[in-house]
């Protein structure tokens, strides 16, 4: 009762990957329950939350200017409350507290359901810091999910952490080892996400194909998902080369609400390179993935992850990486310059020249942007399914996603947000297609 007159404001800002934005949610329903509602103004929050990464040296960078810049609103409003959570929040714990001294808050990733704890007693005036990786799983500890309507798109976390140690990442360390979500768990969300108005889900793990928590694995999960009433589209990522299964390829012939979408990050074209990295896996492995993902399903979209400039990478071993992506032809791709992260193997190597770094990352980049715009222009002319999520720039413009994960601007046409439509595609742009409703 006159509840929400009363309602502290929460301010959240999300760096880093898709898990990141869905712990994002879940934090904010978790601190729904002490009375916090979202905004999406800094200058009028009682909590400012940033939901940080660690992955490359910029990215950890940005989380202390961002701090920096927060410090007047602080005067502002002496009782606005500062919390990091996220992935540096793990790597750094107290560092953070030390270089800044108005956060209040520090919560890993695997401790962010004692949340509301720590919000009690930063309330009081203490400073509250939290980077344990328990043995309790936190999504059980978490209060159930809200039931308000949401948009037709969501992400379900069901596997997090990582075993494999590539010696560049910084994962294993901020979010500890494999741990997989129990199936029935998962179908419960996934059920609930239906009845709330999803249709598309996307299943979300540092290594989203080592899931355990279904007796068929990864495959035996989105069969079971493919099931729910009102799911029509499922999606996963990000996916390990060593872990792409038969059954998992065979999901991607046999079940229609699979998307063919698959990212499957390489990061080197050479076998010298990838054994420095820890991947345990040839180029030529990767091939073969690829290759048999493509003859279980033909038009699947290949999307992966490169790092250019590695530790002792010379130009020989980038014109391998050159070589892979002429041999698979990606629909989609991200490549970073290395960054060498504090506590990491190949942070100890001999580094590559920066500016050789950055010439490098240009000549990859332009590779595959052309690859991209090729395998997108080709969809002009084609029929495609696109679920809609939102008005687009222009009025009476509408933008959804197609089966591959492309972009579709429509106009004029009667389709809301959630329809899932069959559209005629008449034209490609540098990020996006444009076509007609049928
Ligand atoms: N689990 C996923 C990706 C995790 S991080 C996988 O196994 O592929 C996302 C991407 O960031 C990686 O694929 C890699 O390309 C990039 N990345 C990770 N650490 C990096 C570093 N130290 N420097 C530059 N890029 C990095
Ligand atoms: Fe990082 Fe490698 Fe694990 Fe991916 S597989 S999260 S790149 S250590
Ligand atoms: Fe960044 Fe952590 Fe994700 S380091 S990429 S937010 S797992």
Redesign the pocket.
Same mark, same amino acid.
């Given at each position: 009762m006159g509840e929400s007159a009363t309602a502290k404001k929460l301010f959240v800002k999300t760096y880093g990957?898709q898990m990141n934005v869905y712990d994002s949610e879940r934090m904010t329903e978790a601190l729904a329950g002490q009375g916090y509602e979202r905004t999406d103004r800094p200058d009028e929050a009682d909590m400012i939350l940033l939901n940080t990464c660690h992955? $490359?040296e910029k990215a950890a960078e940005k989380v202390y200017s961002e701090l920096g810049r927060l410090k007047p609103l602080k005067a502002a409003n002496p009782d606005l409350k500062i919390g990091v959570a996220g992935c540096v929040a793990q790597a750094e714990g107290e560092e953070i507290v030390r270089r800044q001294p108005l956060v209040d808050l520090v919560v890993g990733p695997q401790s962010y359901h004692r949340l509301p704890e720590m919000e009690a007693r930063v309330r009081g005036g203490a400073r509250a810091l939290d980077t344990d990786f328990p043995e309790e799983d936190k999504f059980a500890h978490l209060a159930a999910r809200p039931k308000a309507a949401r948009g037709p798109t969501a992400f379900l976390t069901v596997q997090e952490g990582?075993d494999k140690f =590539?010696a560049? =990442?910084v994962?294993p360390y901020t979010r500890g080892a494999e741990v997989s979500r129990p199936a029935d768990r998962v179908l419960a969300e996934a059920r609930d996400l239906a009845e709330r108005g999803v249709r598309e889900i996307t299943l979300l793990g540092?290594?989203v194909n080592a899931y355990h928590g279904h007796p068929g694995g990864l495959a035996g999960l989105i069969r079971a998902l493919a099931a729910v009433e009102g799911i029509d589209r499922l999606r996963y990522t990000?996916s390990?080369p060593n872990d792409m299964d038969d059954a998992l390829i065979a999901a991607h012939a046999e079940v229609p609400a699979l998307m063919p979408y698959l990212h499957l990050?390489v990061?080197s074209g050479s076998d010298r390179i990838l054994k420095r990295m820890n991947r345990k896996h040839t180029a030529d492995a990767y091939l073969r993935v690829i290759e048999r993902v493509r003859a279980a399903r033909p038009d699947v979209l290949i999307s992966g992850? /490169?790092?250019v400039g590695f530790p002792e990478e010379t130009e020989a071993d980038f014109r391998a990486t050159l070589d892979l992506v002429a041999a698979v032809e990606y629909g989609q791709c +991200?490549s /970073?310059? +290395?960054?060498p $992260?504090p506590g990491t193997p190949a942070a100890e190597r001999p580094q590559v020249d920066p500016a050789e770094a950055d010439d490098r990352l240009q000549r990859l980049q332009t590779l595959l942007t052309a690859q991209q715009r090729a395998v997108q222009d080709r969809m002009v002319g084609r029929e495609v399914a696109v679920l809609f999520e939102k008005p687009g720039r222009e009025a009476g413009q509408m933008v959804g996603k197609s089966d591959h994960l492309h972009s579709v601007f429509v106009g004029g046409a009667d389709v809301e947000p959630g329809h899932l439509r069959r559209v005629r595609i008449t034209s490609s742009a540098a990020n996006s297609l444009a076509g007609a409703v049928l």
């Amino acid at each position: 009762m006159g509840e929400s007159a009363t309602a502290k404001k929460l301010f959240v800002k999300t760096y880093g990957c898709q898990m990141n934005v869905y712990d994002s949610e879940r934090m904010t329903e978790a601190l729904a329950g002490q009375g916090y509602e979202r905004t999406d103004r800094p200058d009028e929050a009682d909590m400012i939350l940033l939901n940080t990464c660690h992955i $490359r040296e910029k990215a950890a960078e940005k989380v202390y200017s961002e701090l920096g810049r927060l410090k007047p609103l602080k005067a502002a409003n002496p009782d606005l409350k500062i919390g990091v959570a996220g992935c540096v929040a793990q790597a750094e714990g107290e560092e953070i507290v030390r270089r800044q001294p108005l956060v209040d808050l520090v919560v890993g990733p695997q401790s962010y359901h004692r949340l509301p704890e720590m919000e009690a007693r930063v309330r009081g005036g203490a400073r509250a810091l939290d980077t344990d990786f328990p043995e309790e799983d936190k999504f059980a500890h978490l209060a159930a999910r809200p039931k308000a309507a949401r948009g037709p798109t969501a992400f379900l976390t069901v596997q997090e952490g990582c075993d494999k140690f =590539c010696a560049f =990442c910084v994962v294993p360390y901020t979010r500890g080892a494999e741990v997989s979500r129990p199936a029935d768990r998962v179908l419960a969300e996934a059920r609930d996400l239906a009845e709330r108005g999803v249709r598309e889900i996307t299943l979300l793990g540092q290594n989203v194909n080592a899931y355990h928590g279904h007796p068929g694995g990864l495959a035996g999960l989105i069969r079971a998902l493919a099931a729910v009433e009102g799911i029509d589209r499922l999606r996963y990522t990000t996916s390990h080369p060593n872990d792409m299964d038969d059954a998992l390829i065979a999901a991607h012939a046999e079940v229609p609400a699979l998307m063919p979408y698959l990212h499957l990050p390489v990061q080197s074209g050479s076998d010298r390179i990838l054994k420095r990295m820890n991947r345990k896996h040839t180029a030529d492995a990767y091939l073969r993935v690829i290759e048999r993902v493509r003859a279980a399903r033909p038009d699947v979209l290949i999307s992966g992850d /490169f790092i250019v400039g590695f530790p002792e990478e010379t130009e020989a071993d980038f014109r391998a990486t050159l070589d892979l992506v002429a041999a698979v032809e990606y629909g989609q791709c +991200y490549s /970073f310059k +290395y960054s060498p $992260r504090p506590g990491t193997p190949a942070a100890e190597r001999p580094q590559v020249d920066p500016a050789e770094a950055d010439d490098r990352l240009q000549r990859l980049q332009t590779l595959l942007t052309a690859q991209q715009r090729a395998v997108q222009d080709r969809m002009v002319g084609r029929e495609v399914a696109v679920l809609f999520e939102k008005p687009g720039r222009e009025a009476g413009q509408m933008v959804g996603k197609s089966d591959h994960l492309h972009s579709v601007f429509v106009g004029g046409a009667d389709v809301e947000p959630g329809h899932l439509r069959r559209v005629r595609i008449t034209s490609s742009a540098a990020n996006s297609l444009a076509g007609a409703v049928l």
